[in-house]
């Protein structure tokens, strides 16, 4: 039973967060008469959990470029990169406990390229 525990526990901080999340749509989504001239070149965010095995933090930032390609509707360009710590995470054992672990974040911001 222990064995299936600590199992179940890595196996959850190695898959948890196995995609990246778009945190800021790029340019300009509200379509309103007041917006400043420029908020289509707004750029986007994207971010995703950088930790877990080699495999997984590249599956998750492959998935970070389908999500830019996506909301680009093509093509787009890196501006800046940074590594940020989120804080802590609780991880779950399944069976009603867990711990915390400190989790760090890839941030990208983009812009869509015409």
């Given at each position: 039973?222990?064995k ?29 008469k007041?917006a ?21 933090r590249?599956?998750r ?42 989790t ?9 390229v015409?």
């Open positions: 039973m222990t299936f525990i600590v199992a179940s526990t890595i196996l959850t901080i190695i898959f948890s967060g196995c995609t990246a999340k778009i945190e800021h749509m790029p340019g300009s989504i509200e379509k309103s007041y400043p001239i420029n908020s289509e070149e707004q750029y986007g965010l994207v971010s995703y959990l950088n930790g877990g095995a080699s495999s997984v590249e599956a930032r492959e998935d970070a470029y389908k999500k830019m390609y996506e909301a680009c509707s093509g093509k787009y360009k890196i501006i800046d990169e940074s590594n940020k710590n989120s804080g802590a995470m609780f991880i779950s054992n399944g069976n009603g406990g867990g711990f915390m672990a400190n760090n974040k890839i941030y990208i911001k983009f812009i869509c015409k």
